[in-house]
Structure formats: C-alpha cells, structure tokens
C-alpha cells in the first residue's frame, strides 16, 4: 500500500487532535479525506508528510516510517498546504527550479522536467511572470507543479480549491483527475461535490477519530432516510402531511410545495398519491431527492461527542 496510517494519535497539551486514527491508500486512489473544522484533517496530513511527529502511533509510505525515514519519505510525496506556500518574489520557473534542486533534482532533470510540469499545469501562459503578478487560481497551479516536480508517487492535497471561484475549481478538478492516474490521491476539502465527481473512496474525521471509511457509492446507500418533495395547487394541511404512514418530518418550502423525509426505509410515493386523491387535491409534482453526501457527511459530524 502507498499510505498506511496505523493508531495515529497527536496531543496538543490535553487535547488530542487526532485520536487513533488508522487507515491506508492504494496506488491509483483518489481519496477524500472529510471533517469538519477542528477534526483533525490537517494534522494528519503534516505527519503523514513529516511536518509533525506524532504523538504516538505510526505512517507508512510505501512502507518507509516517516519519523525514522523522514528525508526519504519526502522524496516520494508531493504536498501543497492549505495555505499555499510560495516566494511571490520568484519567477514560475525560476520558484520551480528552486523547489526541484531542494528535491535533489539535477540541472539537466529540470531542463527536462520543468516544461513538461508548466504544460501538465496549465502554467503555460504565465510561465514568464513573478508569483506575485498571479491570479489565485494561477498560484494554486504553481502550488500543484512544485507538489508534482520530483514525480512523487504519494500526492497530498490539503483543500486545494480554497478560495477559488467556479471555473477555476473545474480546472483543478481536471488536473487533479490527470495527474492521478499514476499516483496515490490523498485530498481534503470542504466542497462535498468534488469529493462526488473526483473520489472512488471517503475517509470521514470527526474529533479527531475516523467515523467513516467507504466508497462513495456504499456510503450513498448506507442512507435509509429518503426524502420527497411534493408539490401542491395550494398549501395543504402540514398535521395531515406528518400523520401520513412513513413520515418522520416535513417542512415547507414555499407555497404548495414540502419536504417530507421518510422513517428509515419507508417509501412516502404512493401515500402522498392517495393522501392527494382522498382530499381531492390537485398534486402538481412529486420527486423523490436522491441521497446526498451532505446529509451523509452532516449525520457523522453533528453527534455531541464520538466515543
């Protein structure tokens, strides 16, 4: 396996930011890793790339220790912070150059290397330009080609997209998506639709304990609790809606129209049919919400305390 995180625990005085946490990553994953604020995330992610100890536990990289083989760890991993580190000073090439000889990279490598990661990058049209003359999505591009230019197997990605407006998170998305054929993917976020439309897996951080670790599409259909969004000519009586056989909740959304969520494996469809025909009521639409991720992500966040 690429990375292997084994009972990892990091204490900041009593507190523990993360709490025996253990999982891995396979070659060719992309995986999300999801918490919210405070959860642990980034902790986890400066040991795993040797930035922190810990307090106890271990990570692998590619079987490697990262306290004991921390130089050689980092060799083998490509890291961009949530806070994207660069020396605006710097030109594109020049930064990447720099980053390249830290990595132990020859001259003649960076020759090599260094367009091939401006084209990879999409850098191409800024390449000649200081860091500082850089849009946001730019410098995210340029955090990316100095993650990537000593060619790590293992990339680490803490919420790459931040700050970045609607197009840019697409252009992203799609290198993020290239570049992972060959590698281990391991990135947070708090954009529950990248981790839909880029990741096979997700990993869930709450107090800093794992409390989810599945395919997206198992944790998809681990949600029984359905919901209906039914549209009335008119508002309707809200107690005959909640008396209906199924219903846990409803709320109104606006004139006519409610969100019924459903006691756990309970079909409200046919109910609200006949609940509509008996009143005499003229039903407009009827759709059934597909499960989604935030409601998933929300139900594994919001207990008081995991144990």
């Given at each position: 396996?690429s990375?292997?995180?084994?009972?990892?625990?990091?204490?900041?005085?009593?507190?523990?930011?993360?709490?025996?946490?253990?999982?891995?990553?396979?070659?060719?994953?992309?995986?999300?890793?999801?918490?919210?604020?405070?959860?642990?995330?980034?902790?986890?992610?400066?040991i795993?790339?040797?930035?922190?100890?810990?307090?106890?536990?271990?990570?692998?990289?590619?079987?490697?220790?990262?306290?004991?083989?921390?130089?050689?760890?980092?060799?083998?991993?490509?890291?961009?912070?949530?806070?994207?580190?660069?020396?605006?000073?710097?030109?594109?090439?020049?930064?990447?150059?720099?980053?390249?000889?830290?990595?132990?990279?020859?001259?003649?490598?960076?020759?090599?290397?260094?367009?091939?990661?401006?084209?990879?990058?999409?850098?191409?049209?800024?390449?000649?330009?200081?860091?500082?003359?850089?849009?946001?999505?730019?410098?995210?591009?340029?955090?990316?080609?100095?993650?990537?230019?000593?060619?790590?197997?293992?990339?680490?990605?803490?919420?790459?997209?931040?700050?970045?407006?609607?197009?840019?998170?697409?252009?992203?998305?799609?290198l993020?998506?290239?570049?992972?054929?060959?590698?281990?993917?391991?990135?947070?976020t708090?954009i529950?639709?990248?981790?839909?439309?880029?990741?096979?897996?997700?990993?869930?951080?709450?107090q800093?304990?794992?409390?989810?670790?599945?395919?997206?599409?198992?944790?998809?259909?681990?949600?029984?609790?359905?919901?209906v969004?039914?549209?009335?000519?008119?508002?309707?009586?809200?107690?005959?809606?909640?008396?209906?056989?199924?219903v846990?909740?409803?709320?109104?959304?606006?004139?006519?129209?409610?969100?019924l969520?459903?006691?756990?494996?309970?079909?409200?469809?046919?109910?609200?049919?006949?609940?509509?025909?008996?009143?005499?009521?003229?039903l407009?639409?009827?759709?059934?919400?597909?499960?989604?991720?935030?409601?998933?992500?929300?139900?594994?966040?919001?207990?008081a305390?995991?144990?």
């Open positions: 396996m990375l292997h995180v084994s009972n990892l625990t990091k204490c900041y005085g009593q507190q523990k930011a993360v709490n025996h946490a253990s999982f891995f990553v396979e070659k060719g994953e992309i995986v999300g890793f999801l918490g919210p604020n405070g959860a642990g995330k980034s902790t986890t992610m400066r795993a790339t040797g930035y922190l100890p810990p307090t106890s536990g271990t990570v692998y990289v590619k079987g490697l220790d990262v306290t004991t083989r921390s130089l050689q760890v980092r060799k083998l991993i490509g890291y961009l912070p949530e806070h994207n580190p660069l020396y605006l000073d710097m030109y594109v090439h020049e930064y990447l150059h720099f980053i390249g000889r830290v990595f132990g990279m020859s001259n003649a490598q960076l020759k090599k290397r260094i367009p091939e990661i401006v084209l990879q990058c999409g850098l191409l049209p800024e390449q000649n330009k200081k860091i500082e003359a850089l849009s946001k999505g730019y410098r995210q591009r340029v955090g990316l080609a100095q993650a990537l230019i000593h060619n790590p197997e293992v990339l680490i990605l803490d919420e790459p997209t931040t700050g970045l407006d609607p197009n840019q998170i697409l252009e992203i998305r799609k993020i998506q290239e570049i992972s054929t060959d590698k281990t993917v391991i990135f947070s708090h529950l639709q990248e981790v839909q439309a880029l990741c096979n897996r997700v990993i869930v951080i709450n800093g304990k794992i409390v989810a670790d599945d395919k997206v599409t198992n944790l998809l259909g681990k949600q029984k609790q359905l919901q969004v039914v549209e009335f000519e008119n508002d309707v009586n809200e107690n005959d809606l909640q008396a209906l056989p199924g846990e909740q409803i709320s109104r959304l606006k004139t006519g129209v409610y969100r969520t459903a006691k756990e494996g309970a079909d409200l469809r046919p109910h609200v049919f006949r609940f509509a025909a008996d009143k005499n009521l003229s407009v639409g009827l759709r059934q919400e597909e499960n989604s991720l935030e409601d998933i992500f929300r139900s594994l966040t919001t207990t305390e995991v144990k």
